[in-house]
């Protein structure tokens, strides 16, 4: 997430009116908050001046921020349970201004935090990974060293839950709060340092995103386009995302698919093996029909003229497998053969391994004459 901070355009301002400015740019980008959502806030002396119910954070003012005596806000944590009504009035009770807006909701845990500004919103990305079957775990790895607070109904009954939460815990420790299915605060003696915080803390989230699905997309465009220019004709090609596909793409049993065919005919359609193709599909297509030049070298006899060695079947990591064909009758066949091999991949782990002929008697296979006049009819 990129940090819109501007050094030169905060400088000469003062407490108040960094607030604003800072709380703009959260404001500004609809991925942390949408339509008046969020809040923030700056203690100055022993007034919280925190965002007012009404305003929004994109365009809010020095009049959108209620100042708030802090102590009387942090007193209402004496109670174990205040109704939403009741807090609205002893927040309004609060006010130093009594024409100033209603604070927010979540003022008594502005006040609760023990630094000059503090910031909240409820960033896409964090609560996108907080609202997934994995959810607790995720959030549990990618924010190490915050405060992290299963969900609870905003206002009174989040402050007391942090409150209690951090009764016996040194705030310097705590890099932010991470509000499950909610939002992130972040906090700082200094403007900038709590915006960038809030900035850092997103980007965790994001960067985590953004790694899972640079593994779980492929452009199967291009990937047609290279083994259609390796093979010399426009290959049909079918996608094939079946469970025993995934599993056979998957990190740990990627290299299954490496140890040869099922049985001896099949290499006349499948090769011996499929490629692999991770990222550099260029690079892993070169190394694929290098291998095969030297798989053929290592095995000629005299005078077998070699095939074309593009691979007639791909893994694609975290994704599938494909396969290619002249027409797609050829390729469902291939696909067909595929899906029988995987499988047995799978089922031979369990059997101690998979273990297919060797690659000589697998050479002999794929240029048997026999098989090569199959192939031309
Ligand atoms: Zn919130």
Same mark, same amino acid.
């Given at each position: 997430?990129?940090?819109?901070?501007?050094?030169?355009?905060?400088?000469?301002?003062?407490?108040? =009116?960094?607030?604003?400015?800072?709380?703009?740019?959260?404001?500004?980008?609809?991925?942390?908050?949408?339509?008046?959502? /969020?809040?923030?806030?700056?203690?100055?002396?022993?007034?919280?001046?925190?965002?007012?119910?009404?305003?929004?954070?994109?365009?809010?003012?020095?009049? /959108?921020?209620?100042?708030?005596?802090?102590?009387?806000?942090?007193?209402?944590?004496?109670?174990?349970?205040?109704?939403?009504?009741?807090?609205?009035?002893?927040?309004?009770?609060?006010?130093?201004?009594?024409?100033?807006?209603?604070?927010?909701?979540?003022?008594?845990?502005?006040?609760?935090?023990?630094?000059?500004?503090?910031?909240?919103?409820?960033?896409?990305?964090?609560?996108?990974?907080?609202?997934?079957?994995?959810?607790?775990?995720?959030?549990?790895?990618?924010?190490?060293?915050?405060?992290?607070?299963?969900?609870?109904?905003?206002?009174?009954?989040?402050?007391?839950?942090?409150?209690?939460?951090?009764?016996?815990?040194?705030?310097?420790?705590?890099?932010?709060?991470?509000?499950?299915?909610?939002?992130?605060?972040?906090?700082?003696?200094?403007?900038?340092?709590?915006?960038?915080?809030?900035?850092?803390?997103?980007?965790?989230? =994001?960067?985590?995103?953004?790694?899972?699905?640079?593994?779980?997309?492929?452009?199967?465009?291009?990937?047609?386009?290279?083994?259609?220019?390796?093979? /010399?004709?426009?290959?049909?090609?079918?996608?094939?995302?079946?469970?025993?596909?995934?599993?056979?793409?998957?990190?740990?049993?990627?290299?299954?698919?490496?140890?040869?065919?099922?049985?001896?005919?099949?290499?006349?359609?499948?090769?011996?093996?499929?490629?692999?193709?991770?990222?550099?599909?260029?690079?892993?297509?070169?190394?694929?029909?290098?291998?095969?030049?030297?798989?053929?070298?290592?095995?000629?006899?005299?005078?077998?003229?070699?095939?074309?060695?593009?691979?007639?079947?791909?893994?694609? !990591?975290?994704?599938?497998?494909?396969?290619?064909?002249?027409?797609?009758?050829?390729?469902?066949?291939?696909?067909?053969?595929?899906?029988?091999?995987?499988?047995?991949?799978?089922?031979?782990?369990?059997?101690?391994?998979? !273990?297919?002929?060797?690659?000589?008697?697998?050479?002999?296979?794929?240029?048997?004459?026999?098989?090569?006049?199959?192939?031309?009819?």
């Amino acid at each position: 997430m990129e940090n819109l901070y501007k050094t030169k355009e905060a400088k000469d301002l003062d407490d108040l =009116e960094l607030r604003v400015y800072t709380s703009r740019l959260l404001g500004s980008n609809d991925s942390l908050v949408l339509h008046g959502g /969020g809040n923030t806030s700056v203690k100055i002396g022993g007034t919280l001046y925190v965002k007012g119910s009404g305003w929004d954070l994109a365009t809010i003012e020095k009049e /959108g921020f209620s100042p708030t005596r802090t102590i009387d806000l942090i007193m209402l944590l004496e109670h174990e349970r205040i109704s939403d009504i009741e807090m609205v009035e002893y927040q309004r009770d609060a006010l130093e201004d009594k024409s100033a807006p209603n604070p927010s909701v979540e003022a008594i845990l502005h006040a609760l935090i023990p630094y000059k500004f503090v910031d909240h919103t409820h960033a896409d990305a964090m609560v996108t990974i907080s609202n997934s079957h994995r959810g607790e775990d995720l959030i549990e790895e990618i924010y190490e060293g915050y405060l992290i607070v299963p969900y609870i109904m905003p206002g009174f009954l989040l402050a007391k839950m942090v409150y209690n939460m951090t009764d016996n815990i040194e705030w310097e420790n705590i890099k932010g709060i991470v509000l499950h299915n909610h939002g992130i605060f972040t906090f700082a003696n200094d403007a900038k340092e709590s915006y960038d915080n809030m900035i850092e803390s997103v980007s965790l989230a =994001e960067r985590y995103i953004k790694k899972l699905q640079k593994k779980k997309t492929h452009d199967l465009d291009k990937i047609q386009k290279l083994i259609s220019e390796c093979k /010399g004709y426009e290959v049909s090609m079918r996608v094939n995302q079946s469970k025993v596909a995934k599993q056979i793409a998957s990190k740990e049993d990627m290299r299954l698919s490496q140890q040869g065919v099922l049985t001896p005919e099949h290499i006349i359609r499948t090769k011996r093996i499929p490629i692999i193709f991770e990222d550099n599909y260029e690079k892993e297509l070169n190394d694929y029909i290098k291998a095969y030049h030297d798989y053929f070298e290592r095995n000629y006899i005299d005078e077998e003229i070699m095939l074309n060695p593009a691979p007639n079947w791909a893994v694609l !990591k975290d994704f599938g497998t494909l396969s290619f064909g002249r027409d797609e009758k050829e390729a469902s066949i291939i696909e067909d053969i595929n899906n029988h091999t995987m499988k047995a991949m799978i089922t031979a782990k369990k059997l101690g391994g998979y !273990k297919s002929i060797s690659e000589e008697d697998s050479f002999y296979m794929e240029y048997w004459e026999l098989e090569q006049m199959k192939l031309k009819k």
